[in-house]
């Protein structure tokens, strides 16, 4: 016989069929339930992806880290906190078995094969050194995958380990090789949280172990994201270190809204500010006399809890009550919700639509922008834009719409 790749005689080569492939099919997971076993990194690398494609999911595991139980507290997953059962397997589509441990991952991958259940099993890959050795902070965008940077996307599947954050857009974990090691370091707000002194060290150390690290995050990592304190800390040890951009959401998220956070003839700059902290707090340094005259469009970000007291401030210093605000949660993901009002409505609006973190509030003219209601401009000078909607701040008119 001859090769048919080569062309060859039978005597100096014989045919060789490739190697076995896996056969790789997309499914329709939307509304479908899907059962993973594990609460850590394995998980993550699922969990993501698997509510980007909309699927039912439950988490099954004692423990979990932070992104999981964030997760589950925004209703957007199920964690019930036990061991395997074989009961689980009942009535779903699919199982990822991902608790790292390889015994347990086994058990799991054969009762489903019993079943004619698939099953994705994360145990038994080994983790990949590359010996690059350095660390590479990447802003990931708001949330939706496709908000992330070329750049960002090349770093991490050049990586050996991914260092996540809960609002990065994590579905494209799915999509790394099985030898990459994801380690989960979320913050909750109020609840479980990585101290940053630990992030640090987690970078350090694995890059020290000759890893390719992403210290991937929301966003963009200088932005409200400790990205500073990330870059402080590896090149104090020596770490080779570098920064990759991200698109933020403080101005991402009112975007996909439909809101430009300048506008020509309306406002003239943009204001972004943590409400981490209520105004009366003594570890606010924000001066808000300042905010509730300059003019720009506000921004606040981390601001849910806090938006009462941050807009009994605003109105306090003179604020036009009337002025616009909205608020948007879980921006450029499946769930966004919206809730639009003005300054002296928003807090109670946001409260009783029982929106949750993340959300960005936006407050100035801007934020409720109607591009049905805008005239197209015509000239640099045309005034009318202008008068389609009303200017931000203390004492200024209010023009009629
Ligand atoms: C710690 S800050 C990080 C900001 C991030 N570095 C950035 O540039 O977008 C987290 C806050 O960002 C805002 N945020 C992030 N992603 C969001 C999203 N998809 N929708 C609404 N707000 C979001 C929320 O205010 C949240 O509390």
Known sequence: MSDVRTGVGAAELSFEPSSRQNYWARVD????????????????????????????????????????????????????QREFDEGDLEHVWLAIAATEVA???????????????????????E???????????VGGGPGDPGLMTIAGLDALRAADVVVADRLAPLSVLAGLGPAVKIIDVGKVPFGKATPQE??????????????????????????????????????????PVSVIPGVTSAFAVPACAGIPVTH???TQGVTVVSGHVPPDDPASTVDYEALARCGTTLVFLMAVSTLPAIAEALLGYGMAPETAAVTIADGTLAQQRTVRGTLSTIAKDVA???LMPPAITVIGSVADFDPAAMP??????????????RPVGANSDITSR
Request: aromatic letters at 4%; proline letters at 1%; hydrophobic letters at 45%.
């Open 29 to 80: 997971l939307a509304g479908r339930a899907v059962v993973v076993f594990g609460g850590g990194g394995a998980a993550l690398r699922h969990v993501g992806a698997l509510l980007h494609a909309a699927a039912s999911v439950t988490v099954i595991s004692r423990e979990a880290e932070a992104t999981v139980d964030d997760l589950a507290g925004r209703g957007l997953l199920t964690w019930e």
């Open 103 to 125: 015994t347990v991952d086994g058990r799991i991958a054969r009762a489903c094969e019993q079943r004619r259940l698939w099953c994705i099993r994360e145990s038994g890959g």
């Open 127 to 137: 983790h990949h050194v590359s010996g690059v050795g350095r660390v590479t902070l």
């Open 198 to 239: 630990r992030i640090n060290r987690i970078l350090i150390e694995h890059a020290q172990a000759g890893n390719a690290v992403v210290r991937f995050k929301g966003g963009d990592s200088f932005l409200f994201g400790r990205g500073g304190e990330e870059l402080i800390a590896c090149v104090a040890a020596g770490v």
């Open 264 to 266: 020509r003839g309306v």
């Open 352 to 354: 009783v639509a029982g």
């Open 376 to 389: 197209h401009r015509t000239s640099p000078d045309d005034p009318s834009t202008a008068a389609m909607i």
